[in-house]
């Protein structure tokens, strides 16, 4: 196998190739993030109140106001200072005429029996609305939010396996194809044969030069570095091939196909992946929790959203300078506990806050410096999680650990949910979850200023002792030889592996 490290270290840092895979990757994440988000919208929970027929028409009853319909129908609780908006008194509303003589407080209040009224001055018409997803149904909207967030469980678990067996790009290629499979043929088709032809070209001049070499495609391999190699005006002489593959010959026996089980079956990548997938099922529950509760700050959506995407692109700009600088760990550890304090501080003041409009402010500003401090956290996660797995299981890790992301994103919608019973409750859940996420980052292995692990050999003994620091160039190779002694003397023979 050659060693790759030693011909990227010719690279001599980012080029022309590298911002051209950067360019393609965020194109993807646009469409991301926008689903991620539309839920916001799509699913706003408005104001509401029982419709009660014929006081609500204001044909037969014009000097009613919206405050006189809710005061002489809908119970009002002393204790939350709110009024009951799933719930009317039970007098008879059919015997209603002109004089409200119908009108009878002492009768015990029922669950609303004629549909709902909603503002719609916001929006004209949400799926709440549509489908009357509200007081016992509410458990209707987190379920249909959550579906979206099982099917992106579904597709990190498979895709996750196929980008190591089949590469990142080749994935992302077939993927792309059959998703155009629902439209009408004479589209599908066109997009099918452009779709093809443009992304099998990038996937054959952009798939990770790494990956390939790791699994043995060492033609391709070379190809696709010279291609980088090229873009980036840089020169490989046949001196920087004959060095990095002199050491080449090994007798460790790299499997060329691993899966998911592989995380498992050596002590130091099972802990790893373990802290991982909890650290970033905590990360993603908090973020996609925070933006999908968006619509339930006090002011205005529209302005809440725009606040929470420059608070959240603010923090994603300052961890790009700070995570070079402090590392992974401490950073997002910091990040996870400032979101964690600042929740906790918005839900006391919010608590306390009753008509005062300044500590209103105050705890709408407190919301957002917690989102600042999770979406950080959550940003650095991503280079974190893949830095911390070798390259030949490097999809299935990110893949698994993704996995459980997704399901902190199911659980999300739920978890906000609970507002309806305890409005406290759900900002108090995702603090003590930030605190605790926070705490178990600090025992994962730091990677800042480490080159990447390639084989799972080179990644236990990293874990046992940080082997694979950058060094200079005539170090590695001393590195990559003392490292293929270490595995033979210091770890159990490889196990076979089996393709899940």
Not at 20 to 47: C, D, E, H, R, W
Not at 323 to 338: F, P, V
Request: net charge neutral; hydrophobic share 40%; aromatic share 12%.
């Amino acid at each position: 196998m050659i060693h790759f490290n030693l011909i990227l270290e010719k690279f001599n840092g980012i080029g022309k190739s590298q911002f051209v895979l950067f360019f393609m990757v965020a194109y993807y994440n646009i469409s991301k993030g926008l689903n991620a988000v539309a839920t916001v919208f799509i699913a706003y929970s408005p104001q509401k109140r029982c419709n009660v027929p014929p006081l609500d028409d204001s044909a037969l009853y014009p000097n009613l106001t919206e405050s006189d319909i809710l005061n002489y129908t809908i119970p009002y609780d002393a204790v939350t200072e709110k009024y009951d908006n799933c719930m009317r008194y039970s007098f008879n509303l059919s015997k209603c005429n002109v004089d409200l003589t119908c009108v009878n407080q002492t009768y015990p209040a029922i669950t609303c029996d004629h549909g709902y009224q909603y503002d719609r001055t916001i929006f004209t018409e949400t799926v709440i609305t549509e489908f009357d997803l509200v007081c016992d149904q509410n458990y209707l909207n987190a379920l249909s939010t959550s579906l979206f967030y099982i099917g992106m469980l579904v597709g990190s678990i498979v895709f996750g396996n196929s980008a190591d067996r089949h590469g990142n790009l080749t994935t992302k290629v077939d993927w792309n194809i059959w998703c155009d499979l629902p439209r009408d043929l004479y589209h599908w088709v066109y997009d099918f044969i452009c779709n093809s032809l443009r992304m099998e070209r990038l996937a054959r001049n952009y798939e990770s030069p790494r990956w390939q070499f790791t699994n043995g495609i060492d033609k391709k391999a070379i190809k696709t570095t010279k291609s980088m190699a090229k873009w980036n005006g840089v020169v490989l002489t046949e001196e920087d091939w004959d060095r990095a593959t002199k050491n080449a010959d090994k007798n460790i026996n790299i499997p060329k196909k691993y899966s998911s089980l592989d995380l498992f079956k050596t002590p130091g990548i099972r802990l790893v992946a373990t802290k991982a997938m909890f650290v970033w099922f905590s990360t993603t529950a908090l973020f996609y929790g925070l933006v999908l509760n968006t619509g339930a700050l006090a002011g205005d959506v529209f302005v809440n959203n725009v606040l929470g995407g420059v608070v959240g692109m603010s923090s994603m700009i300052l961890c790009m300078f700070l995570m070079n600088r402090i590392g992974r760990r401490k950073l997002i550890c910091s990040l996870l506990i400032i979101g964690s304090l600042c929740l906790l501080l918005s839900v006391v003041i919010n608590q306390y806050k009753k008509a005062n409009s300044g500590l209103e402010t105050l705890s709408l500003a407190f919301s957002f410096a917690g989102r600042f401090g999770i979406t950080g956290a959550t940003e650095v996660m991503y280079p974190f999680i893949a830095e911390v797995f070798p390259t030949v299981i490097r999809g299935n890790g990110v893949g698994i650990a993704s996995s459980c992301s997704r399901i902190g994103g199911i659980l999300a919608p739920f978890v906000i949910s609970l507002q309806h019973y305890l409005t406290w409750l759900p900002d108090v859940v995702f603090a003590g979850l930030a605190l605790v996420a926070g705490l178990v980052s600090l025992t994962l292995p730091e990677t800042n200023g480490c080159r990447l692990m390639e084989t799972i050999e080179e990644a236990e003994i990293f874990y046992k002792n940080g082997k694979s620091k950058v060094s200079r160039s005539d170090d590695m190779v001393a590195d990559v030889e003392n490292l293929d002694n270490e595995v033979h003397n210091d770890l159990i023979e490889p196990a076979n592996t089996s393709v899940l």
